[in-house]
């Protein structure tokens, strides 16, 4: 029997390329992160027929399915002109929040964990989900993939699946659900909003108890100073399903607020010719290139961003959490972004919160999830606050509900531009007289890692994950180090 | 379901609207167009992979993975065992753990849930990255061999399909 070192998942994928670039010293002269892959996504949309758009908008990532198809759902609310029942937003909303519970569980455990957890220097053998099981315990490990695999469970009672859900309608759901189903979402939602208090304690325990981490979280090499972008309530406290989008300025100061509607008065695009996805930026500002600061339009939406950008969480054990974060980081808007990951378990706790509330609203087993459309389609957006950042669809159609012409800006393409700087910060603050040594690299990757970057999503050409090709370059341009993650 | 009775399940992984991309999901799609009702075969479409993939397939005892590869010849057909894919085994993914550290991470946490044996049937294809539905000829080819292939595997082991 032959013996193949394949990966079935990798050949699935796009990869990005992280190039650095090293002067006579050894040290760091450029960096740029490039994503290869070809777009046409919205092509292919055009011609279908527009209710197709939560199915088909969800096959180009198998990590956010979910965040596409509700943004999709409230786009065709906006092409129908019509608004769903209260129940089939709490619904879509519930849907949302377990989403989002699923997705941070495993991006702090499966992903970015292994950093803190084992080390980011440890040994690459050890760096990973496995490693962190081996220091965090079997227990922990099995309460990870549990409440994981229960938040996917609320994902398929509400939307039929647990991956890909097909509930979205313009107007509302497909179906209701029943009591039963209502009492087992109570019942998981109290079990996740443990966890999250208990994965917050773990950060405090692990991270923030050595000062080693805090150092790197402060150091210069993560700093990334730039606009903040997000969606938040009548309050202007995070909200991942509907709101206004805000943006405040490198000092957090409100620089604009805006229905999703109209972001095209708000956000413009700039295209590089070494890469295929663009570069969004605040148009009022304009782009200035890769740069941060007040003069520059590149605006980051992360989870941290979020939280620079809301005055609050909605929920009160996530508000508590919100309070104490800015404190130990020495007040808002904090620009490090390895907070980017604190923030996430800020947000974990609020999702799981917020699924709380909303199973027990006893108006979520109401039946009527349906306004029937009665209005001739035409054009709509529809934006919600994916886990990467803030994630708008834009369709128009003919008056046969036909696509004419589809806009996508994802989550990852908002933070292009800031993966970019922070990429090349990073590696300029850790890469000295031509140490390329993994842990180093490694340590460039985590600045790109807190990003959580999907390029899949980003250029919607692929269903989930990315390799990643980092290569080092000396100053004759010989490559002197090269690496792939799968 | 306790492995003992469970279904085989047959799984196709690859992106629909990717063209030869989707071959898994093409080949699933002939197979379970071609099952007799009653048969003890359970089909799953899936665009996933890592601890998604692997969050689908627990609790089988048995389970077909159809699935596209580019690093074998175009409309080759291939089997391979969870334990050929060693490669790439202990990275760490930027978005994602791989499908074998997925594996291994429910192996150490839940054990039985694993199914007793994985078999992963690959279609060599080279991806132009276009957004399409059908496949190409020579993809098309193989994905009809290889259909033919598993609905009489598929009927060996269940006595009929």
Redesign the interface.
């Given at each position: 029997?032959k013996?193949?070192?394949?990966?079935?998942?990798?050949?699935?994928e796009?990869h990005?390329k992280i190039s650095i670039f090293l002067n006579d010293e050894g040290n760091v002269e450029n960096a740029y992160f490039q994503v290869p892959?070809?777009r046409?996504?919205e092509?292919?949309c055009e011609g279908r027929l527009v209710e197709e758009m939560p199915d088909?908008t969800s096959?180009i990532c198998?990590?956010c399915?979910e965040a596409h198809h509700i943004a999709s759902t409230k786009a065709l609310d906006a092409v129908f002109h019509v608004d769903p029942p209260p129940a089939a937003k709490k619904l879509r909303e519930l849907l949302y929040s377990a989403f989002f519970v699923a997705d941070h569980i495993?991006h702090f455990y499966?992903?970015a964990g292994?950093d803190f957890v084992v080390g980011p220097k440890a040994p690459?053998?050890?760096?990973?989900?496995?490693g962190v099981?081996a220091k965090v315990g079997?227990d922990v490990?099995?309460s990870v993939?549990t409440h994981?695999?229960d938040a996917?469970q609320v994902i398929a009672m509400i939307g039929g699946k647990?991956?890909?859900p097909t509930c979205g309608v313009p107007g509302g759901l497909s179906k209701a659900i029943i009591e039963e189903e209502r009492s087992k979402i109570e019942t998981i939602a109290r079990s996740e909003v443990e966890f999250a208090k208990s994965s917050l304690k773990l950060f405090e325990e692990v991270v923030l108890k050595n000062q080693d981490y805090t150092n790197l979280i402060k150091s210069d090499a993560y700093q990334s100073k730039t606009y903040y972008m997000g969606t938040v309530d009548d309050q202007n406290r995070v909200n991942f399903y509907d709101g206004k989008i805000r943006v405040v300025d490198p000092e957090g100061r409100e620089f604009e607020r805006f229905a999703a509607a109209d972001y095209q008065q708000h956000i413009a695009e700039h295209v590089e010719p070494w890469t295929y996805l663009k570069f969004p930026y605040l148009r009022k500002i304009g782009w200035k290139g890769l740069v941060g600061g007040n003069d520059s339009g590149i605006y980051k939406a992360t989870p941290l961003a979020r939280l620079n950008v809301a005055e609050g969480m909605a929920t009160p054990a996530a508000e508590e959490e919100y309070k104490r974060m800015y404190e130990t980081l020495g007040g808002k808007p904090v620009h490090s972004t390895l907070a980017t990951h604190w923030a996430r378990l800020v947000e974990l706790l609020y999702a799981s919160e917020r699924m709380l509330e909303l199973s027990k609203d006893t108006d979520i087993t109401n039946p009527n999830v349906r306004t029937i459309p009665t209005h001739t389609p035409d054009e709509g957006v529809g934006a919600v606050e994916a886990p990467r950042g803030t994630l708008i669809h834009h369709y128009k159609t003919d008056q046969n509900g036909i696509v004419r012409a589809v806009n996508l800006i994802v989550a990852t393409t908002n933070n292009h531009a800031a993966i970019s700087m922070s990429i090349k910060r990073a590696a300029e603050g850790v890469i000295k007289k031509g140490d390329v040594s993994d842990g180093v690299l490694n340590m460039v990757?985590m600045a790109?890692?807190a990003y959580?970057?999907?390029y899949?999503c980003a250029t919607h050409?692929?269903?989930?994950?990315?390799?990643?090709d980092i290569k080092i370059y000396a100053k004759n341009g010989a490559v002197i180090r090269n690496l792939r993650?799968? | 379901m306790s492995q003992t009775d469970s279904p085989t399940l047959v799984v196709g992984i690859g992106n629909p609207i990717m063209g030869d991309d989707g071959v898994g999901v093409h080949v699933l799609r002939r197979l379970r167009g071609n099952t007799s009702p009653g048969t003890n075969v359970e089909f799953k479409e899936l665009s996933v992979g890592g601890i998604k993939l692997v969050e689908e397939i627990l609790d089988y005892k048995t389970v077909f993975i159809i699935d596209s590869i580019e690093s074998a010849p175009v409309g080759s057909i291939n089997e391979f065992s969870p334990e050929q894919f060693n490669g790439t085994y202990h990275e760490t993914a930027p978005h994602d753990v791989n499908f074998i550290t997925a594996l291994e991470l429910y192996r150490k946490l839940q054990k039985d849930r694993i199914p007793e044996r994985i078999r992963i049937f690959t279609v060599g294809i080279h991806n132009e990255w276009f957004f399409k539905e059908d496949l190409t000829p020579p993809i098309q080819a193989a994905a009809s061999r290889l259909s033919e292939l598993l609905i009489n595997e598929l009927s060996r082991r269940e006595g009929r399909i």
């Open positions: 029997m013996t193949v070192t394949i990966n079935p998942v990798t050949r699935l796009g990005g892959e070809l046409g996504f092509k292919f088909i096959r198998g990590v399915p495993t499966v992903l292994a690459k053998s050890e760096r990973n989900i496995l099981i079997l490990g099995t993939i994981r695999s996917l647990r991956i890909h990757e790109f890692r959580d970057p999907c899949a050409t692929l269903p989930g994950q990315m390799p990643l993650r799968p | -």
